[in-house]
């Protein structure tokens, strides 16, 4: 694809944005249906780095900034990768903000944010920016890239960064699309080289914006997400685009779960993690798609399960 290819957030639901003072901590329900303090015992992402390619993150945000590495901004190579869309910062917090007693807290609070900006205020971007920034990532120092962005139309120049990306053994997980029902996701979510993600509810009802198709992988919480939003304060939104970031902090719980403790067990293409996943999923809760993998792929990811995996995993 040349250069001048445009790429962009899908449209999400954006609820007031909440001031640092007003929030305190809150605890997500994201975070409360699976019972995350429990996975916490086990590992809280500590040693995982994780690329964010959004729309940059708020560097000085209080719940995020320990746990910024160095990015970069492929928008505007003179300045840091500062987010003035909102979008990037919100899905940085859902992965890693910091369990600190202010704000909210992420699924894998420890882990570490490189963030990428690929998409300006408007959430727009050049997909050959884009595939940069994966190569850029892959070569970097990350382990997990995290894609929430993307497009009805194939995006060759994306695959064959990701391809890239993945002969280095870092997998990338991509937002599924917000269009509702669809023959397949979105790119660069439907290539098999990805993990795609789609969204459900409070109820674990499938999201009626969530894409849907063959190649849909999993379902995560993707309505009405509490998180962190520039400058230095916090949002409620809708999307896939919130999904896709709670695997990616599961991902990193497992990462990091294994590294601690020096277990064999590889985590180094989407393959590994779609292996382990598949075993530790529950499925939607609506009667007409349950069970039906075009509609929520193999399950609704489940950190409760996870905790069992662990148990059962350890040295």
């Known amino acids: 694809m ?44 500590e040693g995982v780095k994780v690329a964010i390619l959004d729309s940059g993150c708020d560097l000085d945000h209080p719940d995020l900034k320990k746990n910024l590495l160095k990015g970069k901004n492929f928008v505007n190579p003179s ?5 003035m869309c ?25 882990c570490k944010i490189i963030p990428v900006k ?3 205020a408007n959430g727009n971007g050049s997909m050959g920016n884009v595939a940069k920034a994966i190569r850029w990532a892959a070569t970097s120092g990350a382990d997990i890239i995290s894609l ?20 280095r053994g870092i997998p990338t997980f991509c937002a599924a ?21 789609g969204s459900v509810d409070e109820n674990f009802k499938r999201s009626s914006f969530s894409n849907t198709g063959e190649n849909l992988d999993f379902m995560a919480p993707g309505g009405k997400i509490f998180s962190t939003y520039p400058p230095d304060w916090y949002s409620i939104l809708s999307g896939t685009s919130m999904a896709c970031p709670f695997v990616v902090g599961v991902a990193a719980l497992l990462l990091s779960f294994t590294r601690k403790n020096n277990m064999s067990i590889s985590l180094g293409t989407v393959d590994d993690y779609r292996k382990i996943f598949k075993q530790n999923t529950i499925p939607i809760s609506n009667k007409k798609y349950a069970g039906n993998k075009f509609f929520q792929g193999f399950g609704i990811i489940d950190p409760r399960k996870f905790v069992e995996w662990c148990k059962n995993n350890s040295n």
């Not at 300045?79 to 987010?83: A, I, S, Y």
């Not at 917000?178 to 993600?197: D, H, L, R, S």
């Open 2 to 45: 040349k250069n001048k290819q445009k790429c962009h957030l899908p449209p999400y639901i954006v609820d007031p944005i909440i001031s640092l003072q007003a929030a305190q901590q809150k605890i997500g329900w994201n975070i409360t249906a699976f019972n995350l303090p429990v996975a916490w015992e086990k590992t809280k992402g």
């Open 79 to 83: 300045q840091p990768p500062k987010d």
């Open 86 to 110: 909102g979008h990037g910062t919100h899905v940085a917090g859902t992965i890693a903000a910091e369990n600190n007693k202010i704000g909210m807290v992420g699924v894998a609070p420890k």
């Open 118 to 120: 690929v998409l300006d």
């Open 148 to 167: 929430s962005l993307g497009s009805p139309s194939k995006l060759q120049q994306v695959r064959k960064a990701i391809q890239y990306a993945a002969k």
């Open 177 to 197: 699309g917000n269009a509702g029902k669809t023959k397949e996701v979105f790119y660069p979510a439907a290539y098999p080289e990805t993990i795609a993600v």
